[in-house]
């Protein structure tokens, strides 16, 4: 009876105390740890009645009212919840390890940080784990993987999502976007992996919040943070094509200041995957990456970060042509840098306000030379360098239990000079974004936004969208989204004058083409017009609408599926084509509008731990992608084709393929599976890729022949890694491990082997 006493005077002076300090809010220092006693980064924090909050950098939990439940999540581990006296009285909070991820924190979707549980929109998350079983160095090795995207050939590693290329998705990078695309692909192997924390990959239209470049979804790469910890690694890997990868990473974190240091290299001999030609399918190369994360408190109410990044690639080859005189060695010589530098400043006035203001500029460039081998002549020369910068200010304003509001303001400015573009060329454009997140119920919560852009070359644009989900029972929710997307041409659409002398074709913008092929005829160079330019007319900027929506379904606690189906429709989708034949067998491209394209489809994930030290999964994706300018011409009986046996013919619906290098079916199977005794994990994975166009070779310009698809495809890759106790981490495995030659797709260079390792020389917690 005296104990029970007791400890209810304890319980009452707890809560006395916890009210006299902390009636209005409370700022609280806990250590979020997994049971092996290491702290977790990203945890969240839910005070029932009031919005999520994420512990920062240095382990402080932002302002917060007094409430009756506390829940903490985070990345890969089970809930807690807390009473109000548990969460007062603990400094250690310990989290158990659990299977899926739908606690796991996204800020991507909605620019505020949310649980995957709680988006109503189709998300994923990779994590550290996930990231390291693949054994990739670059970004590219890492998202070939995933059920919902396909890398391309196309300048370089591209990316496909839910039918739509590289240009419709923005890539950024701890949330600020990523530059320097050619031919709108964005390079993946530009981004090493050593330094990545997770990949949020959000699906579906995301111009809402983001701007023209997410017409198609969104890749957010959040690189590591140090939190109240020091740490020193150094690591090597060493893979198949003499490729060698060495890197250091350093972080310095105490209670208010925290710096992360990431140095990277990456070199390779390249491969060759036709021997009978001169030079390689991929030259040899050099890339170097420099990183540094500052982040800090200026006061209790004020933050900052300081961004910056450094990127330096050098690659040489050579190359044969043909010349008046007999044939010719080329000697090839590349360079590309990628500059990055990002301020951000954040105020916390109160528990209810938050107002961050962001900049970002970036750099990028890029210089070929070609030259004789034989007199060390010039054969070709291209310079190009591009400038983007972007202010914005976002205002975040918790109302009530129920309702966050967000409003953004922005400006952008962008400025490209290169050797194929007449002048200096310069895009302004400002834009405003409004969000709403609501949770009317506890079963119910709705995303709405809208966003304005403002452009100096194509006027004003508005981009809303709507989501929502419905908790139809604790192991069943539903979520549905519709959004619009809008995305102007930029300069390489509409000003390019380029001559790739060495490869063999031109290429103009829309605005340019009727010129450059009059000066071509002039010049006695045009043997055939395929497409009148004097019809290409103005470029319009695209837009499009979608809808996605889908199923989370944990059945047990060791079960988890998601389905989600989609479709796209696009206007005014600019695409390039051949417009002129020239004497010499070379073809001329230019830009043009299709004006009416969808892309469909449904995608699937399911995991299953089936033991405590054995996961499987697996996914699938379908897809159907066409042009329905195409269909109404074929039901109007105005497409031919030729057969082997060169019949003429009419085109059917039946014949139709749909968009060139899309495949309809692609999927994956895992196994992941730690032997208890060695501690070694070892995971499997099988990647397929269905059929798809590679090209058009009866001349009809569509897809409709079966001689024109790449058959399909399995990667089977094999991972083993183990993690000693004193934190050195080692690795083996190999991708691709049947050799598998896909010819047209030429970034897969057939098996690789790898090997690696992570040497921890210092760690320190600062408690």
């Known amino acids: 009876m005296i104990r029970f006493n007791l400890n209810k005077i304890k319980l009452i002076f707890l809560l006395l105390l916890s009210e006299l300090s902390m009636a209005a809010s409370f700022e609280a220092d806990k250590r979020i740890l997994d049971s092996n006693g290491n702290i977790i980064p990203h945890a969240l924090v839910k005070l029932e009645g009031q919005k999520a909050m994420l512990v920062d950098e240095l382990g402080k939990i932002p302002q917060g009212r007094m409430a009756e439940k506390v829940t903490v999540f985070a990345m890969g581990f089970e809930s807690l919840q807390l009473s109000w006296e548990e969460w007062v009285s603990r400094e250690e909070i310990i989290l158990k390890e659990k299977s899926g991820n739908l606690q796991e924190v996204v800020v991507s979707a909605t620019r505020t940080e949310r649980s995957v549980e709680q988006l109503p929109i189709p998300v994923t998350v990779l994590t550290t784990e ?149 030079g390689q399918t991929q030259n040899p190369y050099r890339a170097s990456t420099a990183q540094l994360k500052v982040s800090g408190e200026l006061s209790e109410k004020f933050k900052i970060s300081l961004f910056g990044r450094a990127y330096q690639e050098v690659s040489d080859g050579i190359l044969e042509t043909g010349s008046a005189i007999g044939a010719q060695l080329l000697d090839l010589g590349n360079q590309r840098r990628d500059i990055n530098f990002n301020p951000t400043l954040r105020f916390k006035p109160n528990a209810d306000w938050t107002i961050t203001l962001r900049g970002m500029s970036s750099w990028f460039g890029t210089l070929s030379e070609t030259n004789f081998r034989s007199s060390g002549e010039a054969f070709d020369f291209q310079e190009f360098s591009q400038f983007f910068h972007r202010t914005e200010l976002q205002t975040d304003y918790m109302a009530n239990a129920k309702n966050l509001f967000t409003l953004g303001l922005g400006q952008v400015k962008e400025t490209v000079d290169a050797t194929r573009y007449d002048a200096l ?207 109404d011409r074929i039901d109007n009986g105005e497409i031919f084709k030729r057969n082997a046996q060169n019949q003429t013919r009419r085109v059917t619906r039946a014949d139709y393929g749909g968009l060139f290098n899309r495949s309809r079916h692609s999927g994956n199977f895992k196994v992941n599976y730690r032997e208890n005794y060695s501690g070694i994990d070892l995971a499997f994975r099988a990647i397929y890729r269905g059929r798809f166009g590679f090209g058009d070779i009866n001349g009809n310009l569509i897809l409709d022949d079966d001689r024109e698809y790449a058959p399909a495809w399995v990667s089977y890759n094999l991972t083993a890694s183990k993690t000693f106790e004193n934190g050195l981490f080692l690795e083996l495995g190999g991708t691709n491990l049947l050799n598998t030659a896909t010819p047209a797709q030429p970034n897969n260079p057939g098996r690789v082997l790898f090997i690696g390792m992570k040497i921890p020389i210092l760690k320190l917690i600062n408690r």
């Open 425 to 631: 060329n310069r895009f302004d454009a400002g834009y405003f974004f409004l969000q709403h997140l609501w949770d009317p119920v506890s079963k119910v919560n709705i995303v709405t936004g809208l966003r304005a852009d403002f452009h100096s070359q194509f006027g004003n644009r508005l981009s809303p969208k709507i989501s929502g989900q419905y908790q139809i029972s604790e192991k069943l929710s539903w979520q549905a989204s519709l959004g619009a997307g809008f995305k102007a041409p930029d300069f390489r659409q509409l000003l390019l004058n380029f001559n790739n002398a060495a490869a063999g074709y031109y290429v103009f913008g829309a605005n340019l083409a009727a010129d450059g092929i009059a000066r071509l005829q002039e010049q006695g160079l045009v043997a055939q017009i395929l497409i009148n330019p004097e019809t290409i007319g103005q470029l319009n900027a695209e837009t499009s609408r979608a809808i996605n929506t889908g199923f989370r379904w944990k059945p047990s606690s060791n079960t988890q599926i998601h389905i989600n189906a989609y479709r796209n429709a696009i206007d005014n989708l600019i695409e390039t084509a051949p417009i002129a034949q020239l004497v010499t067998g070379q073809i001329a491209f230019s830009y043009f509008n299709i004006r009416s394209v969808i892309t469909q489809g449904v995608e699937m994930d399911v995991q299953v731990r089936l033991l405590e030290n054995l996961t499987m999964s697996g996914g699938y994706a379908f897809l159907d992608a066409r042009d329905l300018d195409v269909l």
């Open 130 to 278: 996930q990231i390291q079983e693949t054994g990739g160095i670059r970004l590219s090795e890492i998202l070939r993987e995933q059920t919902v995207l396909q890398i391309t050939s196309n300048h370089g590693s591209g990316l496909q999502m839910q039918g739509l290329d590289s240009d419709y998705i923005l890539i950024l990078l701890d949330g600020e976007p990523l530059i320097g695309r050619t031919a709108g692909t964005f390079d993946l192997d530009r981004i090493s992996v050593s330094n990545i924390d997770r990949i949020e990959i959000l699906r579906g239209p995301s111009s809402a919040i983001y701007g023209s470049e997410a017409m198609g979804g969104v890749i957010n790469i959040i690189t590591k943070s140090y939190q109240n910890q020091s740490d020193l690694n150094l690591g090597l890997r060493h893979r198949s094509f003499n490729s060698w990868n060495p890197y250091l990473e350093m972080g310095l974190g105490n209670r208010k200041w925290n710096t992360q240091l990431f140095l990277d290299h990456f070199q390779t001999d390249g491969f060759d995957l036709r021997s009978e030609v001169v």
